[in-house]
């Protein structure tokens, strides 16, 4: 799937020159870490790190997210194939025009995904799967993605934390293919659905993300608007 997922990145962006893409490989997986070198010469605008498997997924991606460079940081997974061409110039144009006003730099841009399974917006209304989020919204919370949630749910807090501030920008038009939502009942037991997935794998972090309260979240990243 990772190959699959760079192939759509570099056929779908309209200025590869000014996109910074950082791939984590987890060292268990040795497919993977077999493939590093030839993955460099046929994907030459990608960074490849090979960290210790996490069971905390977000943990690597906070840290790659520190990394970036860039003004937007958008999180993908493997499994997350980009449908929208010029996806990047959308974004741009659209998250700059939008904070043209706003010099805190503080927006979530709200894309959206063909993930069949939808259950988990029924308490955040308006559902974003993957948000595009901005590195001063990284700096100022402290993480990209929220450090509580193992793998699921995180996007839901995300929402809730931009719009407890009233800082969702629409950018619906931006499409990408979540194979693993949409085959989930495949990759796992046969006799589970995903609901059931979902509920196994959030035992572990013990933290429902409708349930999790996040004004904490809400208040520090408002503190941070009005400096």
Aim: contains cysteine.
């Amino acid at each position: 799937m990772l190959k699959q997922m760079l192939s759509r990145i570099q056929n779908t962006t309209f200025d590869l020159d000014n996109v910074e893409v950082l791939v984590n490989i987890d060292d268990d997986d040795i497919e993977s870490v077999n493939i590093v070198e030839e993955f460099e010469d046929e994907f030459e605008f990608v960074k490849f790190l090979i960290n210790p498997r996490e069971l905390n997924i977000h943990k690597h991606v906070n840290i790659m997210a520190d990394m970036a460079q860039g003004k937007y940081i958008w999180a993908l997974g493997d499994d997350c194939h980009i449908m929208t061409m010029h996806w990047d110039k959308i974004a741009k144009e659209k998250l700059d025009a939008y904070l043209v006003d706003k010099p805190d730099g503080i927006v979530l841009g709200a894309v959206d995904s063909t993930s069949a399974d939808k259950e988990l917006s029924h308490a955040t209304g308006w559902y974003c799967d993957a948000p595009i989020l901005t590195a001063k919204g990284r700096d100022a919370l402290g993480y990209l993605i929220h450090p509580h949630f193992l793998s699921l749910g995180a996007d839901v807090v995300t929402f809730r934390i931009y719009k407890g501030v009233d800082r969702i920008v629409d950018l619906r038009e931006i499409v990408f293919d979540h194979i693993t939502h949409n085959t989930i009942e495949k990759v796992v037991r046969p006799d589970q659905t995903a609901v059931e997935y979902r509920t196994r794998q959030r035992q572990h972090q013990n933290v429902d993300p409708h349930g999790y309260d996040c004004s904490y979240d809400i208040q520090k990243l408002r503190s941070f608007m009005n400096e």
